[in-house]
């Protein structure tokens, strides 16, 4: 879907594109990517690039036409492998035309242009629009981190109740998608320290660029901190689970020794030998009496180590 954008004053749609207005690209049809190439001469190859979505954070040039690609924060659904990850935000950009293209609809962009109409002002032009976009993504890094938080510290206050499969595969989710933002932050970082030497800045842009490396860098110490707690729990979750573990044999060992001995009589008896005792009127409670004084014997001593 193509939305066009008045960004002179506040920030306004329009029903059709005309010079140095925003177009937001968001999932676009092959008839999109047609006008886009065809009727704004789009150079193709940029938006294939857009399209994979593994693609890294770079900069690109190509007859005028200028490629950024920005790696952003997506949610997936609840139940995804990884709930949190990373997407590629095209922007193309020349002296007429200001395009994003992105394949995923993401609240960020809701967010984005929700604060821009809010603010009512407008951006003062392209380069100005570029750094407003990294600004969001590294606040959405942060947001997204939060969320994270509140799932690792609710993990750490379950650490006393039984431990399950899914515990520790909502965790390793929790790992990945730190993976995939710490990556993306590193990726942005290092593209914004290309642009501003690329991009003609201005005062008010080097005051955006400085507002950006500050959120960036707390997105991406958040994201370290956030890594290593993790990792603690994790290491935690499975101590326990061996501590468990170790436990339960003991149990299990302590039931073994508890029921040999009556066992043995039982086996011995079973023998169809002659051994004098079946002559003797108290030879079989005497038996069972002693087999019962050895079992609470090894209950006693079990109890005391704590293995029982």
């Not at 967010?111 to 606040?139: C, E, H, I, M, P």
Request: aromatic share 12%; glycine share 4%; with cysteine.
């Amino acid at each position: 879907m193509l939305t066009y954008w008045n960004y002179n004053r506040g920030l306004r749609t329009q029903d059709e594109w005309s010079p140095n207005c925003w177009i937001q690209a968001t999932g676009p049809t092959p008839e999109d990517e047609e006008y886009l190439t065809q009727t704004l001469k789009v150079p193709d190859y940029f938006l294939d690039d857009i399209r994979d979505k593994d693609e890294r954070a770079r900069y690109d040039y190509d007859e005028g036409w200028m490629l950024i690609i920005l790696r952003i924060p997506y949610q997936k659904e609840e139940q995804s492998r990884t709930p949190h990850t990373t997407i590629p935000m095209g922007l193309i950009l020349n002296k007429d035309i200001c395009l994003t293209v992105c394949h995923f609809e993401t609240n960020m962009m809701l967010d984005f242009v929700s604060y821009q109409q809010k603010r009512n002002l407008g951006f003062t032009d392209s380069v100005d629009f570029v750094f407003r976009l990294f600004l969001s993504s590294a606040v959405w890094y942060l947001k997204r981190l939060k969320q994270i938080s509140t799932i690792i510290d609710a993990a750490k206050r379950d650490l006393d109740r039984p431990i399950n499969n899914a515990d520790l595969i909502n965790l390793s989710r929790l790992q990945d998608s730190l993976t995939y933002f710490a990556t993306s932050i590193r990726g942005n970082e290092m593209l914004l320290s290309k642009l501003k030497f690329k991009l003609p800045v201005d005062e008010l842009d080097a005051d955006m660029i400085e507002d950006v490396n500050i959120e960036m860098s707390q997105a991406r110490e958040t994201t370290n901190i956030y890594t290593n707690i993790l990792e603690s729990t994790i290491d935690t979750y499975a101590a326990i689970i061996n501590n468990n573990m170790s436990q339960t044999m003991k149990t299990m060992t302590s039931v073994s020794i508890i029921l040999m001995f009556p066992t043995l009589i039982a086996s011995i008896y079973g023998m169809n030998l002659i051994n004098g005792m079946e002559h003797w009127v108290w030879g079989f409670p005497l038996t069972i009496g002693a087999s019962i004084f050895v079992t609470w014997l090894f209950i006693w001593y079990f109890r005391r180590i704590n293995w029982i």
